[in-house]
Every structure is written in C-alpha cells, then in structure tokens.
C-alpha cells in the first residue's frame, strides 16, 4: 500500500489555495439546502408569508405619511427586514458548526482557516439574493411596482445586500461569542423588537416621541428610506436629519457596522486558539 | 520525511483558562510507531493537551514538536502530517458520510479526483459502504465514531491523534476501534491515545504517561508502571467479615506493606516481594490464627491501583492505602 501524504503548498500557490478552499467551503453549504430542501424552502417562504399578512391583515388599516398605497411602502421594508431577519441564520449555522466540533477538523487540517468563514458568508449571500429574487416576486405579485429607472432600481437592491453582508458578519461574531443554543434564541427572539423599531412597517413620525427617534436612527430605516427613495415607493421624507440623509446612512451605517464585526468576528476566531 | 525518531516532543507546556492550570509543565516524548497512552482522570489536561499538539490552541510556554516539526511556528506543516479524532464526532451532520470524507479529500488538497477516490476507498476500509450515501445524523453511535476515524485518514497520518477514542461506545464499538488502532500501528503510525480506561491504555499502548493536574506523574510500560506499586500482591476473601481485621493483621505481618481492606466483598490485599515464600508463610499463619480463607491468590497490581496510588486518591477506598512505598 502506498502512502497518501497531503500535498504541500508552493510558493505562490496561496490565493489559488485560498480559493479552493473557500470554494469548497461554500459548496458544503449548497449541499445543506440539498441535503435539507425543506428547511431551505421554510426559510425563504416565511418573509413571503408576512409579507402577505402585512399586506393584507394590517394594510387596510395603514395609512401611508404623506399619501401612498401601503403595499408600495411595505415592500421595500419587507425586502429590509428580509436582510435583517439572515442575521439568525448566519448566527444558529455556525454555533452549530462550533458545537458539533466540525470547526476543529476543518482547523486541524492544512486548509486556510479563513475559508471556513468566507464560505459561510458566501453561501448565504447566495442565499440573501436568492431570497430577494422571490421578494420582488412576490411583491410585484400583491401589486408593488418600482417606478424609477431601472439603474436606481439595482442600486436599491446593491444597498439592501450591503446591509445583509453587514448583518452577515454580525451574526458571525454574535456565532463565535454565544456558543450556545440558548444564546442564539434569545437573539432569533431580539431581532423581533429591534426591526420593528424602525420605518419597516410604519413611519417612525406615527410613533411615541422616544421611540420614534428611535426608530429614524434605526440603521434598517435608513436602508427602507433610501431603497423607497430609490424604487420610487412613497414613505420617503420626514423632518429629522436622519430621514433626510437617509441615503447616506444607508451606506454609513452598515459600513460602521462591518468595520466593528469584521474584525471583531475575525480576532474571535482566530481566538478560538487561545 | 519519516524517520525521525521521536514523532512527539513536549517541553514545559503550561496552558491556563483564567486560575486553573490546565497545563503545569508538561514534557513527554514518544517514539516513532509507538502506541502512547496518556493516562488521567477529567480534567487532567489530557485534552488540552492533545488539542496543544494538533495545533487548535497555544500554549502559554514550551515547545512542542510533531513528527519533528515546531507546531506552533509551522502549524500549517504539521497538519499536512497529523489526524485527528476528538472526543465528540467532528462531522457535518446534515452531509451523508461520503459528502463529508469528499470534502475533507478536498480540503487536504488531493484534487476532485483523488479526494472522490479516497472516499470511496475509506468507507469500504470502515465498512461504511452501504451506508455512505445516508446523512451521518441517521448513523448509530459507533457508525459515526468509524467515520470521524476513517476521516483522521483522508491522509496516512505520520501521527495520530485520538482523544477518548471509545468513550460512550458499547463493548462492540470499542473492540472495533481497538482493532483499528492496532491494525495502524502496523503501517508506522505513531498514535497518541488519551483515555480515562485503565484497561485501554493497557490493552493499545506501548508506553504509558500517567497525567494529573496538568504534568506527568509517572510513565513507563504497563509492566513497569505496575512494578511502582510493589510487584505482586496477594488477595485474601475471608469466610466471614468477624475475621477481617485479624486476616489483615496476618497478612501485615507477612507482607510488610499496607493492607487494603474491603469491607463489603471481604478481601484484603497487600503487596509481597516474594511471591512463593509469601504464599507459604501466609497460609501457615492464617491456618494457625485459625481464619478460613474462602480465597487466595497471588497477582499483579492493576494499572487501576498504580493510578490511585501515584494520584493520591483514595477514590473511597479505605485508609491505609495511601503508603507510597512498600515491600
């Protein structure tokens, strides 16, 4: 019997390793949504159903500020609290990957340790546009329709993925710090007040005076402002500097965001050596 | 690349979580294709210290070197060199058995082609051919400790690293990695065998390393471990438990050493330096004490009774027993 012997790597080789690598790291997690169809189709259908029910539970009673059809104001928030909501998912798959001890394989084996996360985060950006394409589905399906160009359109779209890659790493670092299962409820659980305190659902000027500054500040409502402004969706405007600078904020806030998580999420796992 | 005579080198390994020394100073070697057991209860920093040498955590101070390799100045390089089976399955639940060699294949860097092969080749090694295509969370507890041991062989490790090999596995789990173990050791693997069974160690090991509070406190073969607490020992079961102390008496007389007493099977046992002369002695003076043995026997010390005397726990024995020496 001759001996397998890992290769080794050549000088040069490193990015193309890198590469690999994270490539191979993000095919194990296309082949979870194979493995688990179901789960894969629960989770997309869920932001579908309250979509739904929002539409047509609440919209009757919603009353857009400064005029609108509610359906045209929801959407965009939809597809928000959407990129909000890959947070939990991010998070409950990598605490699962920790506790099975999976991790610890992948760190004893000559692989970069990075790919372990690029992976991740690659699968489920795939998976947030995939989630969006239904959304826009969807959403054109109740009656929602965009009415600038279609450039702005893209560019409302480039801006809700900004601010999923910056929830991505959130829930990597919030992965890496809980740990355990119990930690990873009680944030599936805080996502709820935390998106509903923004302009998702209701313009923050309809809400009690703390919470509604709140709510302006909220880093999701400015994402909403912005991608409303830019599909051409009523709901935009209001007094405060934030509603107005909406635009800003919507690349500001998730960069802030990732220039935290990033490293933090980094330092963490590199930390798990400690 | 093989050849090197120690595939294991520690010095001086000292490793902390907040107050509690994990690791006190820890030094061991192990030669090339040997069968090392580390021997030690929870919390003895046998854990730690494997995770130390696979290169997962670094240590505060000392030096470490696998297959003649500093680990932590070139992990990346002792990796290419290492398997490893932790203590709980390091698997991808959701991928069936073949899925999960196929990507480790590829993340050693064998090529598509090659990592496919080496899957299929494993499985059939590990009997786990009619159930590679099921998803690992539908295996029974030793299927899934086969696959964690075929995937510490997507490469032939130069060593092997197995941490509570058999801990929560049935009699049959275990005799199957036994068998593996042994059937290695065959090829020059150098295996490094963490466990918390006396009996373990004894049946896999070439040499063992007795560990407690983070350092060595005794290594040496089985045999040579045993000789520590004073070769051979006679055990006495008296007929009625009124006789127990006057037979440990006795026995204290001809031996010499300490009596360990149980209460509850009525069996002394203390060690003897002379095995024969010890035998005769004693059924003389039990005879004219006018005790009836129901039992007697000469043997050697078990690999448990070195540990609890080297580790100085008692374990709810008797006291009596913590004499270091005897004969």
Not at chain 1, 121 to 149: P, Y
Not at chain 2, 161 to 182: C, H, K, Q
Request: aromatic share 6%; glycine share 12%; net charge neutral.
């Amino acid at each position: 019997m001759t001996t397998l012997t890992a290769p080794a790597r050549s000088i040069g080789s490193d990015v193309g390793w890198w590469l690999a690598d994270s490539w191979n790291m993000t095919r194990r997690e296309l082949a979870h949504w194979a493995r688990r169809p179901w789960q894969l189709a629960i989770g997309l259908t869920f932001p579908v159903m309250m979509l739904v029910m929002f539409a047509f539970f609440f919209g009757g009673g919603m009353r857009v500020a400064g005029g609108g059809d509610y359906k045209e104001f929801l959407v965009p928030g939809m597809l928000v609290l959407t990129m909000a909501f890959g947070l939990e998912g991010t998070m409950t798959a990598l605490t699962q990957d920790l506790n099975t001890g999976v991790v610890d394989r992948f760190r004893s084996m000559p692989m970069a340790p990075s790919a372990v996360l690029v992976g991740r985060s690659v699968a489920d950006m795939l998976e947030s546009v995939v989630s969006l394409l239904i959304m826009v589905g969807a959403g054109l399906a109740i009656g929602w329709r965009w009415h600038g160009s279609f450039a702005a359109a893209l560019a409302g779209v480039g801006l809700l993925l900004l601010l999923r890659f910056s929830m991505l790493w959130c829930g990597i670092w919030l992965g890496l710090i809980a740990g355990r299962p119990e930690l990873v409820m009680a944030v599936q659980i805080l996502v709820w007040p935390v998106s509903f305190s923004s302009a998702v659902f209701a313009s923050p000027e309809s809400m009690p005076s703390v919470l509604g500054v709140i709510a302006e500040w909220n880093p999701l409502s400015a994402t909403a402002t912005a991608v409303r402004d830019l599909f051409g969706n009523p709901g935009v405007g209001g007094a405060s500097w934030a509603a107005e600078h909406a635009h800003l904020l919507a690349v500001a806030w998730p960069l802030a965001v990732l220039a935290i998580a990033f490293p933090m999420a980094a330092a963490r796992f590199r930390g798990l050596s400690r | 690349m093989a050849g090197h005579e120690l595939a294991i080198v520690a010095e001086g390994l000292e490793k902390s979580y907040r107050e509690k020394k994990a690791l006190d100073g820890l030094s061991m070697t192990v030669p090339s294709g040997t069968v090392h057991g580390v021997l030690g209860p929870n919390g003895a920093g046998k854990t730690t210290f494997v995770r130390t040498l696979a290169t997962l955590l670094r240590v505060k101070a000392g030096r470490a070197e696998v297959a003649g390799i500093d680990v932590r100045r070139h992990p990346e390089e002792v990796r290419r060199r290492i398997g490893l089976l932790g203590q709980h399955a390091a698997l991808d639940e959701d991928l069936s058995g073949r899925q999960n060699l196929d990507l480790f294949g590829r993340l050693y860097h064998l090529g598509t082609r090659r990592a496919a092969a080496r899957a299929d080749e494993l499985l059939e090694r590990f009997g786990l051919t009619d159930t590679g295509r099921r998803p690992v969370k539908a295996y029974s507890g030793g299927m899934r400790r086969r696959l964690d041991l075929a995937a510490s062989f997507i490469i032939d490790p130069q060593v092997l690293f197995l941490d509570e090999p058999t801990a929560g596995l049935d009699p049959r789990g275990r005799s199957e990695v036994w068998n593996a173990v042994r059937s290695l050791v065959g090829g020059g693997t150098t295996v490094l065998l963490t466990t918390q069974y006396l009996e373990e160690a004894d049946q896999l090991a070439d040499r063992i390393s007795l560990i407690d509070h983070g350092r060595v406190i005794a290594d040496g073969t089985a045999d040579q471990l045993k000789a520590k607490v004073g070769g051979d020992r006679i055990d006495v079961v008296v007929r009625t438990a009124g006789q127990l102390q006057a037979a440990a008496a006795v026995l204290a007389g001809v031996s010499g050493g300490a009596v360990d007493v149980d209460e509850d099977t009525r069996r002394i046992s203390a060690p003897v330096a002379d095995r024969m002369t010890a035998l005769n002695h004693l059924v003389r003076a039990l005879h004219d004490a006018g005790i009836e043995a129901e039992d007697l026997a000469v043997r050697r010390p078990t690999l448990d009774e070195v540990f609890m005397r080297l580790t100085g726990d008692g374990g709810g024995r008797p006291s009596g027993v913590r004499e270091e020496e005897s004969v």
